[in-house]
């Protein structure tokens, strides 16, 4: 296939957060009530803990987000420039500019939505024993909207697109998006794809999930997340195996 053709083939809408990553121990987890291999939407009692894990030797900074880093990872899979898109919310700040400097130097072809009043998001990324648990401090990642999706520029990605990727944390931020781009790939036969993210999705977001899922043609997940995602709909165990085996395909 030609390179012109991959132009645009895949497509991720999410949000985008700078990745602050460091290796704790367990004494770390335990002061701020976390859990290895959890992701979870950060309170106010967790803020103190971006500027902790700063302070470390080991600290990385990574233009990050579930649905991005995985279309950044796709991008350096395929090796043709520009054959990925992704859009999400960041603010106009320092952090903003070096997640657009940071998809330029990836090739992905990124149409942020910049929003003046709010900082661009982070999530803490505490890595202990090969397990990471995600805080996420959405901020800026929070307010992404239909209307910029609906902008000729944008929505010409949405109608180029073969393949299109969104994580379930972006059902907490904008479903009648992903509503818009789910019934486009279906009214198309594109491939529409998600990911069930994280068990608090699956608990507290069942109604968005339920919607979007009508469209979804592949459904990525871990065990973890599929128990929860059974149990909430009170299935038996043989179900919950089969929806096990489901997503790891």
Not at 62 to 81: E, L, Y
Not at 169 to 184: G, K, N
Request: hydrophobic share 45%; net charge negative.
């Amino acid at each position: 296939m030609a390179s012109g053709s991959y132009e645009g083939v895949l497509l991720g809408m999410g949000n985008p957060l700078l990745d602050i990553s460091a290796v704790v121990d367990e004494a770390f987890l335990a002061k701020y009530d976390l859990k290895p291999g959890n992701s979870i939407l950060a309170e106010e009692k967790y803020l103190p803990m971006y500027d902790e894990l700063g302070s470390k030797d080991n600290t990385e900074y990574i233009a990050g987000g579930a649905t991005q880093n995985s279309i950044r990872v796709a991008q350096w899979m395929i090796q043709i420039p520009g054959a990925t898109s992704f859009m999400g919310c960041i603010g106009k700040d320092k952090f903003g500019e070096e997640m657009k400097n940071n998809a330029q130097a990836a090739s992905v072809n990124a149409h942020y939505y910049e929003d003046a009043n709010a900082p661009t998001g982070t999530c803490a990324v505490c890595v202990v024993g090969g397990e990471r648990s995600l805080v996420a401090n959405l901020s800026a990642a929070n307010c992404y909207t239909s209307e910029h999706l609906k902008r000729p520029e944008n929505w010409t990605l949405v109608e180029k697109a073969k393949y299109v990727y969104i994580a379930g944390f972006f059902l907490t931020v904008s479903p009648d998006s992903i509503q818009l781009v789910a019934e486009h790939a279906a009214a198309t036969n594109k491939v529409f794809m998600m990911n069930l993210s994280a068990p608090f999705i699956c608990e507290f977001f069942r109604d968005a999930q339920e919607k979007a899922f009508q469209y979804v043609d592949y459904i990525f997940g871990n065990e973890t997340e599929a128990r929860t995602f059974a149990k909430v709909r009170g299935w038996e165990v043989f179900i919950y195996h089969l929806i096990f085996l489901l997503v790891q395909l």
